[in-house]
């Protein structure tokens, strides 16, 4: 499976260190497809329904019929062997939002 930015997958992000968000989840890949067609490894923001409204570093979304967030204080590089379903896309706002979000907090594009 070639993972496309702004897809969501199930991804099994077992086993973890610390405070790091663990189980099998859905992820956002945020890595750019060009990377994700010859690397092994994507870059992702897993979804979490523990919503937490008052911190900035989250994005509040829709996902499978569900409210979630988009933990962006979570980014992580994960094998694409993790990878376990393909689910939806996010929402080009949602992926605008994104961006933004990423852009602010880590100044990249």
Not at 68 to 83: K, N
Request: one cysteine or more; hydrophobic letters at 45%.
């Amino acid at each position: 499976m070639i993972p496309v930015r702004y897809g969501i997958y199930l991804a099994a992000l077992d086993p973890t260190v610390g405070r790091e968000i663990a189980k099998t989840r859905p992820v956002v890949v945020v890595s750019m497809d060009a990377m994700n067609r010859h690397a092994e490894n994507v870059v992702v923001c897993p979804l979490t329904t523990k919503l937490q409204p008052t911190w900035r570093s989250r994005i509040q979304v829709r996902s499978a019929g569900k409210s979630a967030e988009i933990a962006v204080d979570q980014i992580r590089t994960i094998s694409t062997l993790r990878l376990v379903k393909k689910g939806d896309v996010l929402a080009a706002a949602d992926a605008s939002r994104l961006r933004e979000l990423i852009v602010e907090m880590y100044g990249l594009p």
